[in-house]
């Protein structure tokens, strides 16, 4: 017994000896005899070590309400994992100080997550793996949309991109996605995946390397390319990394950690948070008329939230009427009673007013009143849109444009609700009851009362008129006012 209690502390002295080093040293100065041991220890219950300062409640498959420790491991653990890894995948996997960053960043600060993101993997990974296969190419891959979405179908960046695999919307336009007003493809998790699948195997063609490869989804092929020139030339990731945008040099070390993670999970007691539905609890329909999630909610009693989430295509809820039928995503226990109620559902939809009526109804002016308005120094079609509550083609149909150019002097007639000039034509950054505004319906005469201060530039600037002369012109001014 003496020897057995013996041995392990040698080993978890050796451990923590190990993890004494410079991090980010290649694996590949280890040792055999490093090597033979790590590969007989790695499950021993030993390794862990537990942060003292962190713990998170127990969620998932574990009884809430209870904390428990994080589990934290010394250096050459994750070295040796990784390493592991990195021998089932062509790609590059290797652990240093930036992935071990990453690595307590989603075990730590992103545990919970972490436990969603391993429910969603049952519902979204057989759908990348499927094409991954299908396009020979690495199925390390799936973890892609871990770093890119954290596997949200409905995930939108700053910069626009959208979807599982964050498609931008110039690349998703070299596949002929459809994007409008109603459907996005970039949302679909299979058409995306489709996508991204013939965007990675192209970007490999071009750089003959995973990580250059993965640099060039996140921040373009022409920022790699660059990056090797300043790079003298260079064609490795780590060597390059320094020429790279900032989120690209973090992106192969985020990728390397959420890789580990995903096969690692309960070792760090990431637990999976079940998912509302798997794959295999999935099917699909075929629908060839207009419908909204709405009617199809009522009627087959499931919520529209779920809805969208199952069809983040359909970024309206709103399925249109297109020449051949669209694909709707539902629970499996919902299949046959949609089938059976399709009819009714189809007869009793209201179709919502879409764009091309919109546009056919630009011109109305019904409950409106007319406002002439004169075109000033940086007014565009959307400035004058935005401060009237109207849109360019209302503007365009009320005057009769066949252009959206337009010029300093130019006179519109805009329609307003009814009531509601007064209220456009005050100035904002003043008190309401500084401003008298009775309007003439004939003329569209403003009528102001002077007030102490006041010059006549002042209220020129405070209605936004093109001179001071202007008032001088309506109330026959040849001096100032008092």
């Not at 994992?81 to 089932?88: C, G, P, Q, Y």
Request: hydrophobic share 40%; with cysteine.
């Amino acid at each position: 017994m003496a020897k057995i209690v013996t041995s392990a502390f040698f080993v978890f002295c050796f451990l923590n000896i190990c993890s004494l080093r410079v991090e980010g040293q290649s694996r590949d100065t280890l040792s055999p005899k490093a090597e033979i041991i790590l590969a007989k220890i790695d499950s021993m219950a030993l390794l862990p070590v537990f942060d003292s300062h962190a713990s998170i409640e127990k969620s998932g498959s574990l009884s809430s309400g209870k904390k428990i420790a994080i589990p934290k491991f010394p250096n050459l653990i994750y070295e040796y994992r990784i390493e592991d890894l990195a021998k089932r995948t062509p790609m590059e996997l290797v652990y240093n100080i930036q992935v071990k960053k990453f690595i307590d960043l989603y075990t730590i600060n992103r545990h919970r997550d972490f436990s969603k993101i391993l429910g969603l993997s049952n519902l979204y990974f057989p759908i990348f793996e499927d094409a991954l296969s299908r396009y020979g190419l690495p199925l390390e891959l799936k973890y892609l949309p871990v770093v890119e979405s954290a596997l949200n179908p409905l995930a939108v960046s700053k910069s626009g991109a959208v979807g599982l695999w964050q498609l931008l919307l110039n690349t998703s336009k070299l596949f002929n996605m459809k994007i409008d007003s109603y459907i996005d493809e970039r949302y679909d998790p299979f058409k995306s995946t489709e996508v991204a699948c013939q965007y990675l195997k192209y970007l490999y063609r071009i750089f003959n390397d995973w990580d250059l490869v993965l640099a060039a989804y996140n921040g373009g092929p022409a920022a790699v390319r660059n990056a090797i020139v300043r790079s003298g030339g260079k064609t490795n990731f780590w060597d390059i990394k320094d020429y790279l945008p900032a989120e690209t040099q973090a992106y192969i070390p985020a990728f390397i950690a959420a890789n580990y993670v995903m096969n690692y999970a309960e070792a760090h007691r990431i637990y999976t948070e079940k998912p509302l539905l798997t794959y295999n609890q999935t099917d699909t329909v075929k629908i060839d008329r207009a419908v909204s999630f709405q009617q199809i909610s009522k009627k087959i009693d499931i919520s529209p939230d779920l809805l969208h989430f199952l069809n983040p295509v359909y970024k309206m809820g709103y399925i249109p009427d297109l020449k051949k039928p669209q694909i709707l995503v539902l629970p499996s226990d919902k299949i046959t009673t949609f089938l059976k109620l399709q009819n009714s559902i189809y007869s009793t939809y209201i179709p919502p007013k879409n764009y091309n009526t919109l546009v056919a109804n630009a011109g109305n002016t019904e409950n409106m009143e007319k406002i002439n308005y004169i075109v000033k120094k940086g007014d565009s079609f959307h400035k004058i849109s935005l401060a009237f509550n109207c849109t360019p083609e209302n503007i365009m149909a009320w005057n009769k444009l066949t252009s959206r150019d337009i010029h300093i002097g130019q006179k519109m007639d805009i329609w307003v609700a009814r009531g509601d000039s007064a209220r456009l034509f005050s100035n904002k950054d003043k008190e309401k009851d500084t401003i008298n505004l009775p309007v003439n319906q004939r003329n569209r005469i403003i009528y102001y009362k002077v007030k102490k201060g006041d010059t006549i530039w002042s209220i020129s600037e405070k209605f936004k008129l093109q001179s001071p002369d202007s008032i001088k012109s309506l109330n026959n001014l040849k001096k100032g006012i008092h």
